[in-house]
Protein backbone atom coordinates (compact mmCIF):
# COMPACT_ATOMS: atom_id res chain seq x y z
CA UNK A 1 0.00 0.00 0.00
CA UNK A 2 2.32 2.48 0.81
CA UNK A 3 4.49 1.59 -2.37
CA UNK A 4 1.31 2.37 -3.91
CA UNK A 5 0.28 5.03 -3.12
CA UNK A 6 3.66 6.55 -2.97
CA UNK A 7 3.94 5.13 -6.62
CA UNK A 8 0.40 7.55 -7.30
CA UNK A 9 1.50 10.89 -5.99
CA UNK A 10 4.62 10.99 -7.60
CA UNK A 11 2.98 10.31 -11.15
CA UNK A 12 0.87 13.26 -10.11
CA UNK A 13 3.09 15.51 -10.00
CA UNK A 14 4.10 15.57 -6.76
CA UNK A 15 7.59 15.76 -4.41
CA UNK A 16 9.19 12.66 -2.87
CA UNK A 17 8.82 14.89 0.69
CA UNK A 18 5.76 16.17 -0.37
CA UNK A 19 4.36 12.95 -1.03
CA UNK A 20 6.09 11.22 2.39
CA UNK A 21 4.88 13.82 4.23
CA UNK A 22 0.94 13.34 3.24
CA UNK A 23 1.71 9.09 3.97
CA UNK A 24 3.20 10.25 7.74
CA UNK A 25 -0.63 11.98 7.97
CA UNK A 26 -2.38 9.35 6.96
CA UNK A 27 -0.58 6.32 8.39
CA UNK A 28 -2.79 5.06 11.48
CA UNK A 29 0.17 2.35 12.13
CA UNK A 30 2.57 4.78 15.00
CA UNK A 31 5.54 2.52 14.25
CA UNK A 32 5.34 2.95 10.77
CA UNK A 33 3.89 6.44 11.56
CA UNK A 34 7.44 7.38 12.92
CA UNK A 35 9.33 5.36 10.74
CA UNK A 36 8.19 7.42 7.64
CA UNK A 37 8.55 10.80 9.49
CA UNK A 38 12.31 9.63 9.79
CA UNK A 39 12.62 8.95 5.88
CA UNK A 40 10.93 12.61 5.14
CA UNK A 41 13.79 13.97 7.42
CA UNK A 42 16.24 12.14 6.02
CA UNK A 43 15.21 12.96 2.26
CA UNK A 44 14.94 17.03 3.34
CA UNK A 45 18.71 16.55 4.52
CA UNK A 46 19.55 15.24 1.37
CA UNK A 47 19.73 11.30 1.50
CA UNK A 48 19.10 9.54 -1.29
CA UNK A 49 15.39 7.50 -0.76
CA UNK A 50 17.74 4.60 -1.30
CA UNK A 51 19.80 5.62 1.94
CA UNK A 52 17.03 6.30 4.20
CA UNK A 53 15.40 2.75 3.14
CA UNK A 54 18.41 1.24 3.87
CA UNK A 55 18.15 2.77 7.70
CA UNK A 56 14.83 0.00 8.49
CA UNK A 57 16.49 -3.25 6.62
CA UNK A 58 13.49 -4.76 9.00
CA UNK A 59 10.82 -2.70 7.39
CA UNK A 60 11.69 -2.93 3.77
CA UNK A 61 13.15 -5.79 2.27
CA UNK A 62 16.48 -5.28 -0.06
CA UNK A 63 14.14 -5.84 -3.02
CA UNK A 64 11.96 -2.74 -1.89
CA UNK A 65 15.72 -0.44 -1.58
CA UNK A 66 17.25 -1.84 -4.55
CA UNK A 67 14.48 -1.28 -7.16
CA UNK A 68 13.99 2.31 -5.24
CA UNK A 69 17.73 2.72 -6.18
CA UNK A 70 17.34 1.70 -9.57
CA UNK A 71 14.26 3.79 -9.97
CA UNK A 72 15.58 7.20 -8.87
CA UNK A 73 18.90 6.44 -11.39
CA UNK A 74 16.68 5.84 -14.18
CA UNK A 75 14.40 9.06 -13.45
CA UNK A 76 11.79 6.80 -12.94
CA UNK A 77 10.93 6.11 -9.21
CA UNK A 78 6.94 6.06 -9.66
CA UNK A 79 7.61 2.83 -12.16
CA UNK A 80 9.90 0.95 -10.01
CA UNK A 81 7.45 1.67 -7.16
CA UNK A 82 4.85 0.13 -8.97
CA UNK A 83 6.52 -2.83 -9.79
CA UNK A 84 7.20 -3.19 -6.42
CA UNK A 85 3.66 -2.96 -5.32
CA UNK A 86 3.14 -6.36 -8.14
CA UNK A 87 5.69 -8.06 -6.99
CA UNK A 88 4.88 -7.50 -3.07
CA UNK A 89 1.33 -8.12 -3.68
CA UNK A 90 1.99 -11.18 -5.89
CA UNK A 91 4.30 -12.64 -3.20
CA UNK A 92 1.52 -11.93 -0.63
CA UNK A 93 -0.65 -13.71 -2.18
CA UNK A 94 1.12 -16.67 -2.93
CA UNK A 95 2.06 -16.87 0.82
CA UNK A 96 -1.38 -16.67 1.47
CA UNK A 97 -2.73 -19.23 -0.68
CA UNK A 98 0.12 -22.13 0.65
CA UNK A 99 -0.69 -21.16 4.29
CA UNK A 100 -4.28 -21.85 3.38
CA UNK A 101 -3.80 -24.86 1.63
CA UNK A 102 -1.59 -26.27 4.51
CA UNK A 103 -4.20 -25.32 7.03
CA UNK A 104 -6.75 -28.10 6.57
CA UNK A 105 -4.14 -31.25 6.87
CA UNK A 106 -2.48 -29.51 9.77
CA UNK A 107 -5.92 -29.03 11.01
CA UNK A 108 -6.30 -32.62 10.37
CA UNK A 109 -2.84 -33.97 11.99
CA UNK A 110 -3.74 -31.61 15.35
CA UNK A 111 -7.16 -33.54 15.58
CA UNK A 112 -5.49 -36.87 15.60
CA UNK A 113 -2.99 -35.77 17.76
CA UNK A 114 -5.67 -34.89 20.82
CA UNK A 115 -7.48 -37.99 19.98
CA UNK A 116 -5.16 -40.28 19.58
CA UNK A 117 -4.43 -38.86 23.68
CA UNK A 118 -7.76 -38.57 24.65
CA UNK A 119 -8.03 -42.40 23.82
CA UNK A 120 -4.73 -43.61 25.52
CA UNK A 121 -5.95 -41.87 28.99
CA UNK A 122 -9.78 -42.79 28.74
CA UNK A 123 -10.45 -45.58 26.65
CA UNK A 124 -7.35 -47.45 26.80
CA UNK A 125 -7.53 -48.32 30.36
CA UNK A 126 -11.14 -49.68 30.10
CA UNK A 127 -9.72 -51.94 27.62
CA UNK A 128 -6.56 -52.96 29.55
CA UNK A 129 -8.86 -53.36 32.43
CA UNK A 130 -10.76 -56.52 30.63
CA UNK A 131 -7.65 -57.48 29.40
CA UNK A 132 -6.13 -58.60 32.98
CA UNK A 133 -9.55 -59.79 33.47
CA UNK A 134 -9.11 -62.31 30.66
CA UNK A 135 -5.42 -63.70 32.66
CA UNK A 136 -3.95 -63.86 28.93
CA UNK A 137 -0.26 -63.32 27.71
CA UNK A 138 -0.47 -60.05 25.57
CA UNK A 139 1.44 -58.99 22.80
CA UNK A 140 4.57 -56.81 22.93
CA UNK A 141 2.66 -53.99 21.01
CA UNK A 142 -0.65 -54.11 22.73
CA UNK A 143 1.72 -54.37 26.49
CA UNK A 144 3.51 -51.56 24.84
CA UNK A 145 0.15 -49.55 24.41
CA UNK A 146 -1.08 -50.02 28.07
CA UNK A 147 1.99 -48.80 29.34
CA UNK A 148 2.32 -45.29 27.37
CA UNK A 149 -1.80 -45.07 28.78
CA UNK A 150 -0.78 -45.93 31.87
CA UNK A 151 1.62 -43.10 31.56
CA UNK A 152 -0.43 -40.58 30.31
CA UNK A 153 -3.05 -41.81 33.00
CA UNK A 154 -0.39 -41.47 35.89
CA UNK A 155 1.86 -38.73 34.64
CA UNK A 156 0.15 -36.44 32.55
CA UNK A 157 1.76 -33.49 34.22
CA UNK A 158 5.71 -34.70 33.38
CA UNK A 159 4.11 -36.00 29.46
CA UNK A 160 3.24 -32.14 29.45
CA UNK A 161 6.28 -30.56 30.60
CA UNK A 162 8.17 -33.51 28.26
CA UNK A 163 6.44 -32.03 25.38
CA UNK A 164 7.16 -28.24 26.29
CA UNK A 165 10.79 -28.60 27.03
CA UNK A 166 11.06 -30.89 23.87
CA UNK A 167 9.52 -27.79 21.96
CA UNK A 168 11.76 -25.18 23.51
CA UNK A 169 14.68 -27.61 22.49
CA UNK A 170 14.07 -27.81 18.86
CA UNK A 171 12.66 -24.04 18.59
CA UNK A 172 16.44 -23.24 19.84
CA UNK A 173 18.25 -25.73 17.32
CA UNK A 174 16.46 -24.75 14.34
CA UNK A 175 17.40 -21.52 14.83
CA UNK A 176 21.13 -22.37 14.25
CA UNK A 177 22.41 -22.89 11.14
CA UNK A 178 22.62 -26.61 11.02
CA UNK A 179 19.47 -26.82 12.95
CA UNK A 180 17.74 -24.80 10.02
CA UNK A 181 19.56 -26.39 7.40
CA UNK A 182 18.45 -29.82 8.82
CA UNK A 183 15.03 -28.80 8.99
CA UNK A 184 15.13 -27.21 5.10
CA UNK A 185 16.37 -31.10 4.46
CA UNK A 186 13.81 -32.30 5.84
CA UNK A 187 11.14 -30.48 4.42
CA UNK A 188 12.31 -30.87 0.75
CA UNK A 189 11.99 -34.58 1.11
CA UNK A 190 8.71 -34.85 2.46
CA UNK A 191 6.36 -36.00 0.09
CA UNK A 192 3.43 -33.73 -1.54
CA UNK A 193 4.91 -31.23 0.45
CA UNK A 194 8.48 -31.34 -0.99
CA UNK A 195 7.60 -30.30 -4.34
CA UNK A 196 5.21 -27.55 -2.83
CA UNK A 197 8.06 -26.12 -1.16
CA UNK A 198 9.98 -26.21 -4.04
CA UNK A 199 7.81 -24.20 -6.23
CA UNK A 200 7.06 -22.15 -3.88
CA UNK A 201 10.92 -21.20 -3.54
CA UNK A 202 10.98 -21.30 -7.33
CA UNK A 203 8.54 -19.15 -7.53
CA UNK A 204 9.67 -16.27 -5.16
CA UNK A 205 13.03 -16.95 -7.12
CA UNK A 206 11.50 -15.74 -10.62
CA UNK A 207 9.05 -13.46 -9.79
CA UNK A 208 11.97 -11.26 -7.81
CA UNK A 209 14.54 -11.79 -10.05
CA UNK A 210 12.40 -10.67 -13.28
CA UNK A 211 10.58 -7.67 -11.09
CA UNK A 212 14.71 -6.55 -10.33
CA UNK A 213 15.37 -6.58 -13.77
CA UNK A 214 12.51 -4.75 -14.77
CA UNK A 215 13.18 -2.26 -12.60
CA UNK A 216 16.40 -1.15 -14.29
CA UNK A 217 18.96 -3.55 -11.56
CA UNK A 218 22.10 -5.22 -13.29
CA UNK A 219 21.69 -9.33 -13.69
CA UNK A 220 24.18 -9.99 -11.11
CA UNK A 221 22.63 -7.42 -8.25
CA UNK A 222 19.35 -8.96 -8.84
CA UNK A 223 20.48 -12.35 -8.01
CA UNK A 224 22.51 -11.34 -4.68
CA UNK A 225 19.74 -9.45 -3.66
CA UNK A 226 17.08 -12.62 -4.26
CA UNK A 227 19.89 -14.75 -2.69
CA UNK A 228 18.96 -12.29 0.42
CA UNK A 229 15.32 -12.82 0.19
CA UNK A 230 14.71 -16.71 -0.25
CA UNK A 231 14.11 -18.53 3.24
CA UNK A 232 15.48 -22.00 2.09
CA UNK A 233 19.25 -22.45 2.77
CA UNK A 234 19.36 -24.45 0.08
CA UNK A 235 18.56 -22.39 -1.95
CA UNK A 236 20.87 -19.37 -0.65
CA UNK A 237 24.27 -20.85 -1.86
CA UNK A 238 22.47 -21.45 -5.23
CA UNK A 239 22.19 -17.72 -5.81
CA UNK A 240 25.72 -16.71 -4.73
CA UNK A 241 27.11 -19.60 -6.83
CA UNK A 242 24.91 -18.33 -9.37
CA UNK A 243 25.87 -14.79 -9.27
CA UNK A 244 29.41 -15.75 -9.62
CA UNK A 245 28.61 -18.12 -12.89
CA UNK A 246 26.84 -15.05 -14.62
CA UNK A 247 30.14 -12.52 -14.05
CA UNK A 248 32.08 -15.33 -15.61
CA UNK A 249 29.90 -15.26 -18.66
CA UNK A 250 27.61 -18.79 -17.61
CA UNK A 251 23.87 -18.54 -18.57
CA UNK A 252 21.37 -18.34 -16.05
CA UNK A 253 19.28 -21.01 -17.38
CA UNK A 254 22.56 -23.58 -17.26
CA UNK A 255 22.32 -22.81 -13.45
CA UNK A 256 19.00 -23.79 -13.04
CA UNK A 257 19.86 -26.81 -15.21
CA UNK A 258 22.15 -27.64 -12.81
CA UNK A 259 20.14 -27.34 -9.99
CA UNK A 260 17.73 -29.59 -11.15
CA UNK A 261 16.43 -31.04 -7.41
CA UNK A 262 15.86 -27.94 -6.41
CA UNK A 263 14.26 -26.31 -9.41
CA UNK A 264 11.47 -28.07 -11.94
CA UNK A 265 12.94 -28.78 -14.93
CA UNK A 266 10.31 -26.00 -16.46
CA UNK A 267 12.41 -23.29 -14.75
CA UNK A 268 15.37 -24.05 -16.61
CA UNK A 269 13.27 -24.56 -19.72
CA UNK A 270 11.83 -20.84 -20.01
CA UNK A 271 15.11 -19.60 -18.97
CA UNK A 272 16.42 -20.32 -21.51
CA UNK A 273 14.15 -19.25 -23.84
CA UNK A 274 14.02 -16.04 -22.59
CA UNK A 275 17.84 -15.74 -22.96
CA UNK A 276 17.61 -16.52 -26.73
CA UNK A 277 14.57 -14.34 -27.42
CA UNK A 278 16.40 -11.63 -25.35
CA UNK A 279 12.80 -11.56 -22.81
CA UNK A 280 14.43 -13.03 -19.85
CA UNK A 281 12.11 -11.26 -17.55
CA UNK A 282 8.77 -11.66 -18.59
CA UNK A 283 9.89 -15.89 -19.11
CA UNK A 284 11.27 -15.15 -15.59
Do not use: C
Request: charged share 15%.
Amino acid sequence: IFASNLSSMISAGLTLSRSLEVLERQTSHKYFKSVIKDLLQKVIAGESFNQALNSYPNVFPPVFSAMVGAGEESGNLPNSLAIIKDQMGKTYELHRKIIGAMIYPAVIVLLIIVIGILMMIFMVPTLSATFKDLNVDLPLSTRMIIGLSDFLKNHYVIFLVGVALVGAIFSTWIKTAKGKRSLDWSILRLPVFGNLVREYNSAVIMRTISSLITAGVSMTESIEITGKVVQNSFYKPVMTEAAADIQKGILLSAVFEHQDKLFPIFVAELAEVGEETGNLPQML
